[in-house]
Each structure stands twice: as structure tokens, then as C-alpha cells.
């Protein structure tokens, strides 16, 4: 006779409110096993009792067959002796270790459920909160851990008979489904689907409460509603965000790849950046010129019963001025977007913290590269090779998240934003007591920037707690180190705008070697000025004419007599004017002296539209000069400006440098000789240069790696930081500085 075993399994993850109790006990049923299943703080406690076989067999199908939305991160299997369990159960939550678990993010309305929404004969049909164990709201609604209703803002909606009879029976598939809800008993919308659809066909702006926040949606076909929402938001040329009915929609406007569809068909359905198809419906408000569509899928139920009556492509938007955070609360909305919707879609279901959509591009090598981390993916953690003490990493001043961080677990907010404003300081001060509240995280170090003037840095200095001021490169490339686990020593390479150095200069194309005991910064292109400061960031030609300046050279760039006087008058003068290694600002005065753009009107604009205009015949450069880490790009802009002379088109000029810029990165790896390099900062977004990059450092036999689950911009940041911070440089002190 096999012998009884009693095995405990404790499991760390996203394993709570996915369903992934109902597979257990199902599971432990169909093996004849008693036991029980809970919730915890920490994650999930299972516990079976059968013959060794059987519980063997358990033990291989656990992982094996657990539900899609389930990550096990962690597993810790323990003997016992037997209990004499009766049979199998679930048991209520417990909630007496320190908070731990893993929160799962909004996800998108599954098959099963979107199914019932358009079925007449479904007790659910048209309801705009249906959802399952497999989808529906999480992150958004969730106040404390454990996971269950009472600790989400659903507590307050009492279940009817029907509702309460599935949150009960364990072989439904909305058995604990927590936001569990129907006609009868859940959320209601303050206005009908319909009507909210006539309002769009009349050209009306809608201000409309989704998931994690509202949007400002209105008829993406239409020049006069895209033209009157850029007016009122203040938006004069970024892109706006669309989405559309259903894939079919999508294969009309835009080019899509098989890759491409899983990430928009996915239960994170991020915005996807995408090529325009030729004969696109859309307004040409809506992207402004851009070479890419933001791209989406319905992703809740309300979203899909609008799209399905409207019919057509919707502008979809934060609902927000410009540098504002989104509005997430009814009374508030209607008092901060009055004057930019015309009506607003509501309903009463509270949402507990703002959670803007995610932003994914996918690579040349068929990945996807988060550019904003928000619905669908925070706050899942980072696991990281070290054991961390308790770090508050409060991120850098654009594209803000901030980072909790304790054992080998990196919890990442949502994406905060820039702090432009008052009011988006104060969602960065929101996000740090939200996410701090939801673990019962008291922090034992805090980790900011380098940089004085950022707000988050201030806020750090005012917490009275051991600081880290960690330099800005150093944190990009120690994310991208960390969520990719590599071990010293390795080429860390961080390109990007700005980010301040440890000689108080403006870095921004940094080759760090890492080692066990130091990260040094061996490398960088050669420094230029910056006249006008963050001015030269806007107009490029300003970046323009000081390489000009540098190289002795004179280029027509259009400037008017005044501003190029100015512009020379700086250069001169000299001390006011600051030095820069910024590979950001190189790619902004190359699309200048290319002709391909004169001025960022948002955030890269300028290096977007020089990588979209490449034109590659064959693969060539400029003149790829290293002198003791030293890029120099003066013989690119001198070789350049022969091209431009001749009439060299500006796609096969931009093509050329993009080269250049990934043959920098193979001369300073060869030079280097350690077989790893990282790669992280803003520039990587480039798909096209990334995959250069890759693709020369590979051919070389070098092992290269890119940033997966955190964005390679200023949005992971706070994850180089946490990780910094609780490393073995960091001695103890009240202050140290990581440089």
C-alpha cells in the first residue's frame, strides 16, 4: 500500500483572483486528494493528502496546467506529517503574515464573457461590468490584500441570488470571481450605450469611465471633433491613441504582423504602435504626420458594446489636460474635463488608483518592448537575483513610476507620468502611499536621482531616511541588468536625452564597464553644447547649428537672422551654455541637418521621424571614430553634409546614420572585450536601431540584451535604482552616492 503524504506547496506570484483556486481544487477532486486551498498575504497555500503517487501526480500538474493569467514566480514545497483531512475545500483568506502577494493587473474581457454580452439569451446580455475569474478589473479596484471582494471597491455591491450562487459553486467559472456582478445587483452606467454612441455620430466629445481612469474618446474618422479635442486638450501635435472596432478594422489602417495581433489580442491589449496602411480612414489630426498609429482593441466590456454600436475607429485619450493626471473619480471628472467633453459616459463603480494604458512596440527580432508600463502588466514585481532590503526608489522626473522593493521582489507602480505639475506631483505622492499602503511597506533606504532640481529627488531628501542618490545612466542600465539577470561583468550601454552627470555636465551616451566591484564609466560620444538648454531639446536646429559651430562649418537651416545671432552669440559667450554627451540630442540635430524635422512638438519626435524615413539600398556608414571612449561625431556631420550637398536623399542619410550609431556600440564592445552588453535609455525605443545593434553584436559572438518587461525610458528607472540602492556598494551611510 502506497504511503500517505501530507505536502504543503506556498506560492508566490500572480495567484490570486485569476482562478486559480477552483483549478486547484478541481484538480485535488479529480486526483481523489483532500486538503485545502486559501488565499494568503504571501500569495496561495496549498495543502494535499493522498498516496505518494497521486500527490506526485499533483505536484507535476500544479505548474503544468495552471489557469493563462496565473505566473508562479516562486514554489516552496514542504513534507508533513498527515493531518486527516475529510476532503478537499476552500478556506477563507488569511491575513496575518506580512503582505507579499502578487496583485494581477487589469485584464481584458475574455472570449466567454464577451460572448455572453452580445447573447440575447444571457442573463448578462449588453451589461457594460461583466467578467470572470479570467478577466475584468484588478489592480483598479483592489484596496488591500488578500484579494476578496470586501477588500475591493465591489465590497459595497451586494450579490444577488443568481451572482452569489456562481462566487459559490467551485466548477463555475466565476467561482470567487471577486468584481463578480449582473444587471440586477452590480454597477450601473449613468446613461445608455446608445445614446453615447448617437453623441459620437454627432461629433461630440465623450468623456468616458474606463478601467483604471477616464478617456476622452471621439469619432477618429472626423477632422472637426480630432481638430476641437487638440484645442481643448492642449495637444498641438502628439498622436492620439485609437481605438478600433475589431482586427479587421486594424488590417484596414494599419500594417500588422501575426506578432503583432497576439499583442493586441492579448489579456494585458495594450496600445500597439504601428505602421499606417496606405488608403488609412483615419483623420490626419489624428496622428499629425506621425509614421505610427497607437493602435488598441476594445478592452472592457463598455468598450466593446461603444465600438460595436458606433462602428468606427475612436480617438481613445487619457482624460486630462497636458501634464495633468487622469481623472478617476465621477464628481471630479465632470469638475476638471468640463470644458473638454461635451457629455460624459459614467458609472458607480469606484476606481481605487488612476492606471492609464500601456504602450508596447514590437522589435525588428519580433518582441514586444514596453515604452509606458500601466494596464495590463503593473504592478507585477521584477524578481532579481539579490536579496534587497526595504527600498523606496522614487524615480527620475519624466515618465515617473516608482518602485517599492523587498526581498528578491521589485514592485513597479503604473506609469505616473512627467511631473510637469502640481497635480502631477501629487499623483506621484499618491502612488507612493498607494502602492506602500497595499504591501504594508515601511521603507528602510530611499533611492532617488542625481539631479537637484527633480521633484522626486526633493520629496526623497524630505523623507528623513538613509539616501542613495543614484546617477541616472547608472539606474538604466542596472534595470536592464536585473530584469535580464545578468551577471558582471558586461558593456552597459545607456543612451538617451538628458540625465545628469557626475561632473555636472548633461550625459546621454554613456558605456559603463561592470564589474563586481564598480560600475565605470569607460565611454561617451564627444560632449557638445546646448545653447538655449531645454530650448535645444524643442527646436533642433539649435542642436543644428552648435555641431555646425564645432565642425567650422555654415548650413542654411532656415533660422530666422534673430535667433541664429542668439544662438551664435551663446556659443561664443560659452560659460552659460551647457556641455552634453546626449545621444538624444545628436539624433535631434541630424534629422535637422537631414531635413527630415526641425523640432520635437512632443518627446522624441524628431528621432521618430528620422528613423522613419530610413531607406536602405545597402548597408553603409559614416566614419566610425573611436579615440580613448571617445565617439566623435564630427566626421559623420562633415560626411553628411557632402551627402547633403550632393542631393543625397534623406532616407539613404538617415539609413547611414543609424548605421554609424550601431557601429559605435560594436567599436566600443570590441574594445572593451567582456562578452555581455546591456542596453537601456530612451533611444532604444528605436526599433530600428536596436536591431542593428543586435545584430552586429551577435554576429561577433557578444551576448546582448534588451529590456523586456520594463520600459527601456525614464519609466525604469526606479527599478535600476531599487536595485542599486540595496547592493553591496551601498555601505550604510545616511548618504551615499552611486556614480
Known amino acids: 500500500m502506497d504511503q500517505i503524504l501530507r505536502r504543503r506547496f506556498q506560492l508566490y506570484g500572480a495567484v490570486q483572483g485569476v482562478g486559480f483556486r477552483p483549478f486547484v481544487y478541481r ?52 513534507e508533513l506529517p498527515p493531518a486527516g483531512y475529510p476532503d478537499f475545500s476552500i478556506v477563507e ?105 448617437r453623441r459620437l455620430e454627432a461629433g461630440e466629445i465623450l468623456a468616458v469611465k474606463g478601467i483604471g481612469g477616464f478617456q476622452l474618446v471621439c469619432d477618429a474618422c472626423a477632422s472637426e471633433p480630432v481638430r476641437r479635442l487638440r484645442k481643448r486638450k492642449n495637444r498641438e501635435e502628439k498622436p492620439f491613441a485609437v481605438m478600433f472596432p475589431g482586427l479587421d478594422s486594424v488590417r484596414r489602417n494599419c ?15 495594450p496600445i500597439l504602435l504601428l505602421r499606417p496602411a496606405p488608403g ?172 537637484p532640481d527633480y521633484l522626486s529627488t526633493q520629496y526623497a531628501e524630505g523623507l528623513g531616511l538613509p539616501l542613495v542618490r543614484v546617477q541616472h545612466h547608472l539606474a538604466h542600465v542596472a534595470a536592464c541588468a536585473a530584469e535580464n539577470e545578468v551577471k558582471p561583468p558586461y558593456l552597459g550601454v545607456a543612451w538617451d536625452g538628458t540625465g545628469l552627470g557626475t561632473d555636472g555636465a548633461i550625459w546621454g551616451s554613456e558605456f559603463f564597464l561592470v564589474t563586481d566591484r564598480e560600475m565605470r564609466r569607460v565611454g561617451h560620444l564627444r560632449p557638445f553644447r546646448l545653447p538655449g538648454g531645454d530650448q535645444a ?83 553603409s556608414s559614416y566614419p566610425v571614430v573611436l579615440d580613448r571612449g571617445e565617439l566623435d561625431w564630427r566626421p559623420v556631420v562633415d560626411a553628411l553634409l557632402r551627402d547633403r550637398d550632393c542631393g543625397v536623399p534623406a532616407g539613404e542619410i538617415a539609413a547611414k546614420f543609424h548605421e554609424t550609431a550601431a557601429r559605435w556600440v560594436l567599436a566600443m564592445a570590441q574594445a572593451v572585450a567582456v562578452p555581455s552588453v546591456v542596453l537601456s535609455g530612451g533611444v532604444f525605443q528605436n526599433a530600428d536601431l536596436s536591431a542593428r545593434v543586435v545584430s552586429l553584436l551577435e554576429a561577433e559572438k557578444f551576448r546582448v540584451f534588451l529590456h523586456q518587461r520594463v520600459p527601456p525610458n525614464d519609466g525604469g528607472i526606479a527599478l535600476g535604482q531599487a536595485v542599486l540602492a540595496g547592493a553591496s556598494c551601498f555601505t550604510g551611510r545616511r548618504e551615499d552616492v552611486i556614480r
Request: glycine content about 6%; charged content about 25%.
Open 537 to 619: 531639446a524643442r527646436d533642433c536646429r539649435r542642436v543644428a547649428v552648435a555641431l555646425l559651430e564645432h565642425c567650422g562649418r555654415n548650413v542654411e537651416l532656415g533660422l530666422p537672422e534673430k535667433d541664429l545671432a542668439e544662438i551664435k552669440g551663446l556659443l561664443e559667450r560659452g560659460r552659460t551654455v551647457p556641455w552634453t554627451t546626449s545621444m538624444g540630442r545628436l539624433f535631434d540635430g541630424v534629422a535637422a541637418l537631414s531635413g527630415v524635422a526641425l523640432a520635437n512638438r512632443f518627446e522624441g519626435q524628431a528621432p521618430m521621424k528620422l528613423e522613419a524615413a530610413i531607406s536602405r539600398s545597402q548597408v
Open 93 to 197: 483568506s488569511s491575513v496575518s503574515e506580512t503582505k507579499s502577494a502578487v496583485v494581477l493587473p487589469d485584464l481584458a474581457t475574455c472570449a466567454d464573457c464577451l460572448a455572453e454580452i452580445f447573447d440575447p439569451e444571457a442573463r448578462r446580455y449588453g451589461y457594460a461590468f461583466t467578467n470572470c475569474t479570467n478577466c475584468g478589473p484588478r489592480y483598479t479596484i483592489l484596496e488591500s490584500i488578500p484579494y476578496d471582494r470586501a477588500n475591493t471597491t465591489m465590497r459595497d455591491f451586494a450579490m444577488c441570488a443568481d451572482c452569489r450562487a456562481e462566487y459559490e459553486n467551485p466548477l463555475d467559472r466565476r467561482f470567487h470571481a471577486q468584481p463578480i456582478a449582473c444587471p440586477r445587483c452590480g454597477p450601473q452606467l449613468n446613461e445608455e450605450v446608445e445614446s453615447a454612441a
Open 27 to 78: 484538480l485535488a477532486r479529480e486526483l481523489g486528494l483532500s486538503g485545502k486551498v486559501q488565499n494568503s498575504a504571501l500569495g496561495a497555500v496549498v495543502e494535499v493528502e493522498g498516496s505518494s503517487d497521486v500527490v506526485g501526480e499533483f505536484t507535476r500538474r500544479l505548474p503544468q496546467q495552471k489557469p493563462p493569467a496565473c505566473v508562479i514566480l516562486s514554489m516552496e514545497v514542504s
Open 280 to 451: 488609412i480612414e483615419l483623420a490626419p489630426e489624428v496622428s499629425m504626420g506621425s509614421p505610427f498609429v497607437g493602435a488598441m482593441l476594445p478592452y472592457s466590456p463598455l468598450h466593446h458594446r461603444l465600438l460595436r454600436c458606433f462602428g468606427r475607429p475612436v480617438v481613445a485619450t487619457s482624460g486630462n489636460l497636458s501634464d495633468e493626471p487622469i481623472a478617476i473619480a465621477n464628481e471630479e471628472a465632470q469638475q476638471r474635463l468640463k470644458g473638454l467633453a461635451d457629455a460624459f459616459l459614467l458609472h458607480n463603480r469606484p476606481i481605487a488608483r488612476p492606471c492609464d494604458d500601456s504602450v508596447v512596440r514590437v522589435t525588428a527580432q519580433g518582441r514586444p518592448m514596453l515604452l509606458r508600463r500601466a494596464r495590463g502588466y503593473a504592478p507585477l514585481p521584477v524578481l532579481v537575483p539579490q536579496e534587497l532590503p526595504r527600498v523606496l526608489a522614487v524615480g527620475a522626473h519624466l515618465k515617473n513610476t516608482i518602485a517599492i522593493a523587498f526581498g528578491r521582489r521589485v514592485f513597479l507602480s503604473q506609469h505616473v507620468g512627467d511631473l510637469e505639475s502640481v497635480e502631477a506631483y501629487r499623483n506621484f505622492q499618491r502612488a507612493i502611499h498607494d502602492l506602500s499602503r497595499l504591501y504594508e511597506f515601511e521603507p528602510e533606504v530611499v533611492a532617488c536621482d542625481l539631479h
Open 255 to 269: 500594417v500588422v504582423s501575426e506578432a503583432e495581433i497576439a499583442i493586441l489580442t492579448s489579456p494585458a491589449a
